[in-house]
Every structure is written in C-alpha cells, then in structure tokens.
C-alpha cells in the first residue's frame, strides 16, 4: 500500500526493539523499572529510530539534512 512503511531489522536489534517496547508498556501500565539499555542496545535503537524517522518523513535530529 502506498502509505505503507517497511523497515527491515536484523535479529539484534529486533530483540532490542521487543525489550524497550515490551517495558515501556509495563512501564506505563504498572510502574515496572525500565532497565537501563547498554552501549550496543543504544547505538542499534538510534540506528533503527534514525531510519524510522526517515521513512516517515520526520527529520532525525533537529539539524537533520538527510531528506530531500
Ligand atoms: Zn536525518
């Protein structure tokens, strides 16, 4: 579909992706700790966030010059 937005992970930072989400939510619904990510979890969530804002046309930092 057009508006359709398709991202590809590799397995790690799927994994990532799962783990944030999944304590966010426990996070939000019954005030479980977030855990702190380590050095490598960071460097892959930006990565995936700095792609994701891309392809929905959001800029990946406020002085982003990457979309056209
Ligand atoms: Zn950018």
């Known amino acids: 579909m ?13 994994e ?19 855990t702190p ?3 490598e979890e960071v460097e892959r969530l930006g990565r995936l966030l700095r792609d994701l804002a891309h392809s929905i046309g959001r800029k990946c930092n406020p002085h982003c010059d990457h979309l056209e």
């Open 2 to 14: 057009k508006d359709d937005v398709v991202i590809r992970l590799d397995r790690a930072t799927a």
């Open 16 to 34: 990532d992706l799962y783990v944030a989400l999944n304590e966010l939510g426990e996070h939000i619904a019954a005030g479980a700790p977030i």
């Open 37 to 39: 990510p380590t050095a």
